[in-house]
């Protein structure tokens, strides 16, 4: 339970309002022209405009599986972080299910094409966020039922619908450490009801599915196992898969059915086995249908078969389980098939381990439909003239995205982790700070390096142009500011000194308008200002209270006071941007939400509208040069998410 927080207390005579983060006293000076009637209590306005998710990039496959599918309205569905994508590729149309208050870990398309059942992970806050799973409508995005809210203990980790009586029950595998299963007449109520539940497997469980053909019969399988489940009677009854003396695999990987109701399984030996229709051996196998492990199997309406595994192939069969000849090799760059599933006409589209969606077919090559990050994103730098924007991470890769074409423009790998990133203020050049102290000067549009530089061996944790374009403020995890001179068309840096004087890591960093100026917070909650020319500290800080500054980045300043809810220990909120044009301030925090403000946000229990979507904690919000659009990236979430940014025409204080 977080400390009560104490109230601001604002010093009238001297000008100073005093915030306290974890107990800690944090100074700031009042502007001149409010110091005599400012009141940190006092009312705040409504933020002046709206955000509307417009467009999300990324995917997840890295450790998701059966999670992408076609639907009759010709879109595909998946997820990433806690949104649902119904995303038409001719089109380029998204739309977006928001129902979820963290990590959605599974996805079963009812018989009916219609309907969609999402299971979500525990998040940060078990009140708002316990797992559980939502049964809603993809013409409409309504929630028809909330399931298992206060059944399921940690995860849902896979989900099918019944297939031969038309869809009436929804099999649940929690990835609890007893893996429980859990079997739902999920129509009746608004919370469904519960028919079953059993220890389904003390090892990971991979996949469930419904027999086609037999009501009663749940297969699943994972590590070590492949069951077979009867339900009847109010009872499920287990057996396990007989391998006989055939090598037993570490994991079965993947199941499927054929039209007959026999059953496919493919194992992590790169095995493909039939398992006869009601019984537990093995009446067919196919050795080394792929180098490794077998991350999909696809029957189809004619009954041939399709498999994607781990070696990067996808391979076409009969439904004899004979090949062939058609293969795919899928590029390495976009990893392997970890789904593949049927699309419009012949056309396959595959989810992969590299959070990639691809579209095409045996004869026409995988094209890109869905790019996205695969490890930990904190790099976010919008360009400064064009509706472009620049994210990294810990993936090594930089992506420069088109916001109105909604595609990535180019891509690079810099063959380290990267933390920061920032465009030359003409958006020529654009600077990467990896974690390792490395910062590098590339050609926005050639991608040519110009330049490394080394500050530190700890990560560079911000970089600022100043807004006449003659410095480069390097921020680093080391508790230095280094301060250099740029010439040659942002093509050179010289070092003009270092500003030294933090306790603790730089977090953000700020020049004031006529480029003099440099405000900044460290992991220790200071707020400090300095000469940047003399990289020298301003240790009066009451000669601060009235620069103007270009841009509002820092999450503790006076303008940034209202930002932080009671409670909050200094960590809850990561990032802050002040639009370009316009009096609103975005945050983002670790309980992955957004928020917007009135700015500047100086008052104590500032109003604001909220924004749930990410998963994780949000690690950049910035806005376009003509604040048309907001982006915002989640950390381990890997999403990057466009948001439309309109006029707000009421003043209502929270929105989902």
């Given at each position: ?70 639907l009759p309205t010709g879109e595909i569905v998946y997820f990433v972080a806690a949104v649902v994508v119904l995303y038409n ?183 493909l086995l039939i398992w006869q229709r009601g019984g537990n051996t093995v009446y067919k196998m196919v050795r080394g249908a792929h180098e490794g492990p077998i991350f999909s199997i696809l029957v189809q309406k004619d009954g041939g078969i ?351």
């Amino acid at each position: 339970m977080k400390n009560r927080a104490k109230e601001a207390q604002y010093n009238v005579d001297e000008g100073i309002v005093k915030m306290y983060l974890r107990g800690r006293p944090i100074n700031m000076y009042v502007p001149s022209d409010i110091r005599e009637t400012y009141n940190p209590s006092g009312p705040s306005n409504s933020p002046p405009a709206k955000l509307k998710l417009e467009w999300v990039y990324g995917y997840r496959g890295r450790d998701c599986r059966n999670n992408v599918y076609q639907l009759p309205t010709g879109e595909i569905v998946y997820f990433v972080a806690a949104v649902v994508v119904l995303y038409n590729v001719e089109d380029q149309m998204q739309r977006h299910y928001l129902g979820h208050t963290d990590d959605i870990k599974c996805l079963a398309v009812h018989p009916n094409k219609l309907l969609i059942a999402t299971g979500q992970t525990a998040g940060h806050d078990r009140r708002d966020a316990r797992p559980h799973i939502r049964v809603w409508d993809s013409v409409s995005l309504n929630t028809l039922h909330v399931i298992g809210i206060s059944d399921i203990e940690r995860s849902v980790s896979c989900l099918a619908f019944s297939k031969a009586d038309g869809g009436s029950l929804l099999v649940a595998v929690d990835e609890a450490p007893d893996h429980n299963m859990s079997v739902w007449d999920w129509s009746r109520g608004e919370r469904g009801y519960k028919l079953l539940e059993t220890k389904c497997s003390a090892d990971q469980v991979l996949a469930v599915e419904f027999s086609p053909v037999d009501r009663s019969t749940i297969i699943t399988c994972g590590k070590n196992h492949i069951s077979f489940w009867n339900c009847d009677n109010g009872m499920l009854a287990k057996r396990m898969g007989i391998f006989e003396n055939r090598e037993r695999p570490k994991y079965v990987t993947s199941i499927s059915f054929t039209d007959t109701g026999n059953v496919i399984s493919g194992d992590s030996n790169g095995n493909l086995l039939i398992w006869q229709r009601g019984g537990n051996t093995v009446y067919k196998m196919v050795r080394g249908a792929h180098e490794g492990p077998i991350f999909s199997i696809l029957v189809q309406k004619d009954g041939g078969i399709i498999t994607g595994g781990k070696d990067g192939r996808i391979i076409e069969w009969d439904r004899d389980l004979e090949r062939t000849g058609n293969v795919i090799e899928l590029p390495e760059q976009y990893g392997s098939p970890r789904v593949v599933t049927s699309g419009r006409g012949s056309q396959l589209v595959v989810g992969t381990t590299r959070n990639c969606l691809l579209g095409g077919t045996f004869t026409f090559p995988m094209r890109p439909v869905m790019q996205g990050h695969t490890e930990e994103l904190w790099a976010l730098t919008p360009h400064p003239g064009h509706h472009q924007f620049l994210t990294a991470g810990y993936d090594r890769t930089c992506y420069l995205w088109d916001t109105m074409a909604r595609t990535i423009v180019w891509s690079k790998d810099i063959g380290e982790h990267i933390q920061s990133a920032a465009f030359s203020n003409s958006g020529e050049i654009v600077i990467i700070g990896t974690t390792s102290g490395k910062w590098l000067v590339m050609d926005a549009e050639t991608r040519e390096m110009y330049s490394q530089h080394q500050d530190g061996n700890e990560p560079i944790q911000v970089l600022k142009f100043s807004p006449n374009g003659q410095y480069l403020a390097v921020g680093s995890r080391d508790n230095n500011i280094y301060v250099y001179q740029v010439s040659e068309d942002c093509r050179k840096y010289t070092r003009v000194g270092r500003c030294q004087g933090h306790s603790s890591f730089v977090t953000h960093l700020d020049w004031s308008v006529d480029s003099q100026f440099l405000q900044s917070n460290s992991g220790d909650y200071e707020l400090l200002f300095w000469n940047a020319g003399l990289c020298r500290q301003i240790v009066q800080t009451s000669q601060m209270r009235d620069i103007e500054w270009a841009t509002s980045t820092c999450t503790l300043t006076f303008a940034t006071l209202g930002i932080w809810p009671e409670g909050a220990d200094g960590t809850d909120i990561n990032t802050c941007a002040k639009a370009n044009k316009t009096e609103l301030l975005a945050t983002g925090d670790d309980f992955g939400k957004i928020k917007l403000f009135a700015s500047p946000a100086c008052h104590q229990k500032a109003r604001c509208l909220e924004y749930g979507g990410h998963s994780s904690h949000v690690t950049s919000v910035g806005f376009l040069h003509d604040d048309s659009r907001m982006i915002s990236t989640g950390g381990r979430d890997t999403a990057i998410m466009q948001w439309i940014v309109s006029p707000s025409s009421n003043s209502s204080s929270s929105q989902r």
